[in-house]
């Protein structure tokens, strides 16, 4: 079965950055598409962005120009830069993409707090 492992993540000052890693725990899984989603306290879940197997990246319009998200094999990332206390929020990965047997999957990572102080 895979799992995505998330690290990074924790306490940063207002302008500061972080880097978010994810890693899917299996070989055989080939994501299609890889992504970053927050959670706030208080908040609905939201999309933060994704990429593509291709490439191609889509973001929430509230963290353009300072997010970048980037991907390698069976993992992603979330470069995230002039964090501001509004993007303080649980992080989760997630990837869809085919397994073993080519069996669709869609798979989440475990959280991880970033906290922005102001």
């Known amino acids: 079965q895979v799992q995505l492992v998330q690290s990074g993540g924790g306490l940063v000052q207002a302008g500061g950055s972080l880097r978010l890693s994810c890693a899917a725990s299996?070989?055989?899984?080939?994501?299609?598409?890889m992504g970053w989603y927050r959670q706030a306290p208080g908040k609905q879940r939201e999309l933060v962005a994704s990429?593509?197997?291709?490439?191609h990246t889509n973001y929430t319009d509230s963290v353009k120009g300072r997010f970048t998200i980037s991907s390698a094999e069976n993992a992603v990332y979330l470069q995230m830069n002039n964090l501001k206390p509004e993007d303080t929020a649980i992080y989760y990965c997630?990837?869809?993409?085919?397994?073993?047997?080519?069996?669709?999957?869609?798979?989440w990572g475990q959280g991880t707090l970033v906290t922005v102080s102001s």
């Open positions: 997630n990837a869809e993409g085919a397994g073993r047997y080519d069996k669709y999957l869609q798979v």
């Open positions: 990429i593509s197997s291709g490439g």
């Open positions: 299996s070989k055989i899984f080939r994501a299609n598409i």
